[in-house]
């Protein structure tokens, strides 16, 4: 009887120490704004003035570092996911005229490209 007791209660403990230990996680998940996380997705373009253009419309708050690679036509994202989301980052690119694997951009935006880097035949 005792002993049953004691099981009971030992597995109060584990339980409370599991939920103690999911509420931590939220809260590093929800204060975590030193979490970098590092995406790579595609986005079309041509010359060394697209790179300039997708590197320049990811410079914003969250965002460490953003590279994109010509040759791949991908752009790599060093950023803070509580500050931006990836979603965030596509719309940036995609305003700014470049098209990415999830957010076409619009014609107006893309229009206004130079001639050189109008990446649609
Ligand atoms: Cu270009």
Redesign the pocket.
Known sequence: MIKKLFVALGLCLAMSGAVFAQSKEKVAKTTGAKELKTTTFAVS???????A?IEKALKTKGVKKAVWNAEKKTVSVNYYPTQISEEGLHQRVAAAGYDTEKVKAPNAAYEK??G??KYRK
């Open positions: 373009g041509n010359c060394g003035m697209c790179k253009t490209l130079p050189c880097c």
